[in-house]
């Protein structure tokens, strides 16, 4: 515990190698961050994720120094830094624009921050070629950033960043310069690269996919404030609120009120289900009840024949096939009125008895599949 929270002495525990306690940033009558408190553990992946406007660049600044907190405090590695300046700080950020300078070969850009620091030319030298070589740029080492791909850019960016050896890299937004087909496989590079350096590092991202796949852990964000954090695998299956199910993947919303809130299963009635919902453990809140459910697509089958089962099924009409390749998403009416989707794999597609558009179907899912959200 922080010494401003409830009067306790704060110890530092080794494994938060970054440590944001009650931060908070207010611009005139913008609260761009409220109250953020954040552990990241030595040699994680770690990304901010949220749409436009949410807080998480400054969130980033703050760490980088760029900005002065309103309120609240930052540790790195143990040490309170929130008072040093940026330049004196441990920490690197790589700019969305990568920010190299245009005049200067890859080389100089790169050695750049060591001349700075007054280093030794030939250990200069040496560090550039060992950071170009990570990044298999030392080949492109007297070229200028313009006669480089975007791609080859961020690489330079990064080994520019890197070759400091910051205890703390920050990426900022670091695929939006990249062309939508090459971002995925320079994700996975990224990934790579920064597990074989051992650094830790913070990403800021609009891009649900972009930290689904590059960070170990992540941060949802809105209006200033971080809503769920955790392994990307569990923010999918256990979303906390309606906000992040929906934010985080495709997902259909079903509300309705508890009328059994037993130890080992629920049941929700709702107005848009012909028949109750029942989910497989208890979940301790008052009967009558308002909440929300969440079932993902690729949770609901789509049959032909009629289930027999008493809960977890609806009867409704095809009223879209997307073919997407792998998967095929159906838009179903149920009896209800109310749309859903439902991702069924393109092998089952490509039957030849698969369900077309208005065609009769039954939809069901599994008892442990629906997410029940109270906030
Ligand atoms: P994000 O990076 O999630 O898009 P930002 O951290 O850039 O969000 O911004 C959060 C909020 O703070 C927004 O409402 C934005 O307009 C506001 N904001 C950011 N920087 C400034 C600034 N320098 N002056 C005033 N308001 C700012």
Redesign the pocket.
């Known amino acids: 515990m922080d010494s401003r929270l409830g009067g306790q002495a704060w110890l530092p525990d080794p494994d938060d190698f970054v440590r944001v306690s009650e931060l908070v940033k207010i611009?005139?009558d913008?609260v761009?961050v409220k109250s953020v408190d954040l552990s990241v553990r030595r040699n994680e992946l770690f990304a901010f994720l949220?749409?436009?406007?949410?807080?998480?660049?400054?969130?980033l600044r703050m760490l980088a120094g760029f900005e002065a907190p309103t309120s609240g405090r930052i540790y790195l590695d143990c040490e309170d830094i929130t008072d040093i300046p940026p330049y004196r700080r441990p920490v690197n950020m790589m700019f969305q624009s990568y920010a190299l300078f245009p005049h200067m070969t890859v080389q100089a850009n790169v050695a750049f921050g060591l001349k700075q620091e007054g280093i030794a030319k030939n250990e200069i030298h040496e560090r550039v070629f060992e950071a170009l070589d990570l990044m298999q740029m030392a080949s492109f080492s007297r070229r200028k950033p313009r006669q480089l791909s975007g791609g080859q850019q961020q690489r330079v960016a990064l080994a520019r960043s890197l070759i400091k050896r910051p205890k703390l890299l920050l990426l900022d937004e670091p695929m939006s310069a990249l062309d939508k087909q090459i971002r995925q496989k320079t994700q996975i590079d990224l990934v790579k690269i920064l597990e074989q350096v051992g650094v830790t590092c913070i990403i800021?991202t609009?891009d649900q996919e972009e930290a689904m796949t590059m960070a170990t852990r992540l941060a949802v964000?809105t209006e200033?404030q971080i809503v769920q954090c955790g392994a990307p695998h569990d923010i999918y299956t256990f979303p906390n609120s309606r906000f992040v199910a929906g934010f985080i993947g495709s997902t259909n919303f079903f509300s309705g009120t508890i009328t059994v809130d037993a130890p080992d299963h629920i049941l929700i009635e709702s107005a848009e289900l012909m028949h109750p919902l029942y989910i497989s453990h208890g979940i301790g809140e008052p009967l009558g009840m308002q909440v929300h459910v969440s079932i993902r697509p690729e949770q609901i089958r789509v049959l032909r024949e009629q289930p027999v089962a008493q809960f977890n099924w609806e009867h409704g009409m095809v009223r879209h096939v997307a073919w997407l390749g792998s998967y095929a998403l159906y838009q179903i009416r149920l009896d209800s009125g109310l749309v859903i989707n439902a991702s069924v794999p393109g092998m089952a597609l490509a039957q030849a008895d698969a369900p077309g558009i208005d065609e009769e179907v039954f939809v069901s899912w599994a008892e442990n599949s629906a997410t029940v959200l109270t906030t």
């Open positions: 611009y005139g913008t761009a949220g749409s436009s406007g949410c807080g998480k660049s400054t969130l800021v609009h964000m200033g």
